[in-house]
């Protein structure tokens, strides 16, 4: 039973991963277009239901718990997963915030730089600002593993 769970619960997760990988290919195949809302939601969906799986059906050893330290063992294993998991968000938001604001301040700052080049330092240190956010999800992720 145990050897089951532990073969079939990556494998959900990984058809879930590739769900929106294999319906992009399939339109594409089928001469349909690829509607962006379409492919948001269901890549939304595929993330959310990668985590259920995670969270629900824990693959940390939790199957086996007979005894006390066994479950302690566990429950310090979640634990470090809630700890990971943070960690990742941290970093991973960060990074998509800094894609963002360096996204919308790097044409801008192009396009003043292209009109007056003496505005290069005003529009360097905008961008620099955007980039920041990454590195302060960073230090953050970094706070939460070893601090």
Known sequence: MDIALIIILPLIAVALIML???????RKRSGKTVHPKRAVVTNIAAFFGVMLTM?????????AAETAET?????????????????????????????IAVGAGAPAAIGAISENEKSFSKALIFVALGEGVAIYGLLISILILFG
Request: proline fraction near 4%.
């Open 20 to 26: 929106p990988i294999i319906t992009a290919i399939l």
């Open 71 to 99: 479950a302690a063992n566990a429950a310090q294993a979640g634990s470090d997963g809630l700890k990971y998991l943070a960690a990742a968000l941290a970093t991973g938001l960060g990074s998509i915030a800094a894609g």
């Open 55 to 63: 969270t629900i059906l824990p693959l940390t050893g939790a199957f």
